[in-house]
């Protein structure tokens, strides 16, 4: 595993060390000013999203997240001394759910309705709810949960003209989720896309299987894969120095929550209804077929036109098995290695996934 991987799972830890933290103090806060509860439910969702994020790409089983797989090792309290970061066991997956759903399920009860820019509130709570929903296959409550979002009209699509501007500007009026990055805290997204022309690494590049993927007049196609120098990178990070925002959950991923939610349960007008707002907002006719199975097909392609470049892709191939489209032929790599380093410092007790 590269540096740079291990790096950003140990952030995960990081983070989930710092809601421990939280968790375990903001009751003690002397301040009739303080809420503990929206305090606490920031930091639960924090470490519900880190872990989340682990099991997606460490956990589950190599057809899905049938709560029946391999889960990562939990830390519910804080790290405060030596021994409490002593090496754990692998918890099942289904103990790293019921940890995951707890957490997220005491942010929707105690979250305020808004909390400023860039922080967890209510809806962002409910939305990352509706997305876990729909990893586990749980239709009616995906469905449900993206309705209550997209009920509140607090959140509406930019035209498909202004499009680019999701990602040019900051804080739109389509963003759920969005993290905040400046002068001072930046990132580096820009840079391992862009050449050295611009300043960066040439590390990524949109892929012609993505350009390809555009039907003819998709208003995101320039914004997805560009073709003027420099060629075949995306418009969504364009701010090498850092200061570009990061997309976590927007108003468009909650359409197509519904839609596909919908479709599985066999209601084709409000899976259609759902698609389609997407497809028009595109420039794109609307798609017309009423079989179920050519309609989820048609949500799953939208979903990876409509989020390339924002990091939702891998969670659709983990929940949908399409490991082909991406080139992958050998089952167990559905699970990615858990870093080497992780499993020798432990001695033993942290265990590598099957096939590495």
């Known amino acids: 595993m590269t540096a740079k991987f291990l790096k950003g799972v140990l952030e995960c830890y990081t983070g989930i060390n710092r809601a421990n933290n939280v968790i375990a103090s903001a009751s003690g806060v002397d301040d009739p000013s303080f809420n503990v509860n929206n305090a606490?439910?920031?930091?639960?969702?924090?470490?519900?999203?880190?872990?989340?994020?682990?099991?997606?790409?460490?956990?589950?089983?190599?057809?899905?997240?049938?709560?029946?797989?391999?889960?990562?090792?939990?830390?519910?309290?804080?790290?405060?001394?030596?021994?409490?970061?002593?090496?754990?066991?692998?918890?099942?997956?289904?103990?790293?759910?019921?940890?995951?759903?707890?957490?997220?399920?005491?942010a929707i009860a105690n979250l305020n309705e808004n909390n400023g820019v860039g922080r967890a509130n209510k809806n962002v709570a409910r939305a990352l709810k509706a997305r876990m929903h729909l990893v586990r296959r749980e239709y009616a409550q995906a469905e449900a949960l993206a309705t209550e979002v997209i009920a509140t009209n607090r959140y509406t699509l930019l035209t498909g003209a202004n499009y680019r501007n999701i990602f040019l500007n900051k804080n739109s009026s389509e963003t759920i989720w969005e993290l905040q990055f400046d002068v001072n805290t930046t990132n580096s997204i820009a840079f391992f896309y862009y050449p050295p022309a611009n300043g960066g690494r040439n590390e990524i590049t949109a892929s012609a299987a993505l350009r390809d993927l555009h039907e003819a007049g998709d208003l995101r196609l320039p914004i997805n894969v560009t073709t003027s120098v420099p060629l075949n990178k995306t418009l969504k990070y364009t701010r090498v120095a850092g200061e570009d925002n990061v997309?976590?959950?927007?108003?468009?991923?909650?359409?197509?929550?519904?839609?596909?939610?919908?479709?599985?349960?066999?209601?084709?007008?409000?899976?259609?209804?759902?698609?389609n707002i997407i497809r028009t907002r595109?420039?794109?006719?609307?798609?017309?077929?009423?079989?179920?199975?050519?309609?989820?097909?048609?949500?799953?392609?939208?979903?990876?036109?409509?989020?390339?470049?924002?990091?939702?892709?891998?969670?659709?191939?983990?929940r949908t098995g399409d490991f082909s489209s991406v080139g992958i032929t050998q089952e167990f790599r559905a699970l990615l290695p858990i870093p080497e380093r992780e499993v020798d410092t432990s001695k033993g007790i942290i265990v590598q996934n099957a096939g590495y």
């Open 247 to 275: 997309q976590i959950i927007r108003l468009a991923e909650m359409y197509l929550t519904r839609a596909e939610a919908a479709a599985q349960q066999n209601k084709v007008d409000e899976a259609l209804a759902d698609l």
């Open 40 to 106: 606490i439910g920031e930091a639960r969702l924090l470490r519900g999203f880190h872990y989340f994020n682990l099991l997606s790409l460490f956990g589950g089983t190599p057809t899905g997240f049938n709560q029946n797989g391999v889960g990562i090792p939990l830390f519910d309290s804080p790290t405060l001394s030596s021994a409490d970061a002593e090496a754990k066991p692998r918890s099942s997956e289904s103990e790293v759910w019921a940890l995951i759903l707890s957490d997220i399920d005491f």
């Open 282 to 318: 595109a420039g794109l006719a609307p798609f017309t077929s009423t079989d179920t199975k050519d309609i989820v097909a048609a949500i799953l392609k939208e979903r990876t036109i409509e989020f390339a470049h924002e990091g939702l892709r891998w969670l659709d191939i983990r």
